[in-house]
């Protein structure tokens, strides 16, 4: 296995798609205030992420002379693993709270 390519593509994957869905959430749904914004405008910030692991798998692929089934798999697993643990760990590091992508519904007074 090649681990250093297998590594280095998934850390910058994950750092490519979590910057994106940051930039995305800010320039599309900060307009809208966040919890009003249209569902569509919620899960078009997801596809940065899953664009940019889909590209290191594949780019992983092309890269390696043998089983390259398995390091494309796990080039996808570790960078999966790593722009969620990013997507957790921002906003509490920050203090800031996490964008919220569904909103939940309002209460009602009883």
């Known amino acids: 296995m090649r681990w250093k390519l297998l590594i280095a593509a998934s850390l910058l ?44 798998a594949v780019f992983v692929y092309r890269h390696t002379p043998r089983r390259r089934p398995l390091q494309a798999a796990a080039t996808a697993l570790l960078a999966s693993l790593i722009t969620l643990a990013a997507l957790t760990l921002v906003p509490i590091l920050t203090g800031r709270p996490a964008p919220e992508l569904l909103p939940s519904p309002p209460a009602r007074n009883t």
Not at 25 to 34: E, I, M, N, R, S
């Open 13 to 56: 994957s994950a750092a490519a798609g979590v910057g994106a869905f940051y930039a995305a959430w800010h320039f599309l749904l900060a307009p809208w205030g966040g919890s009003e914004a249209p569902l569509w405008a919620a899960l078009l910030t997801l596809l940065a992420p899953l664009g940019a692991i889909a590209y290191a």
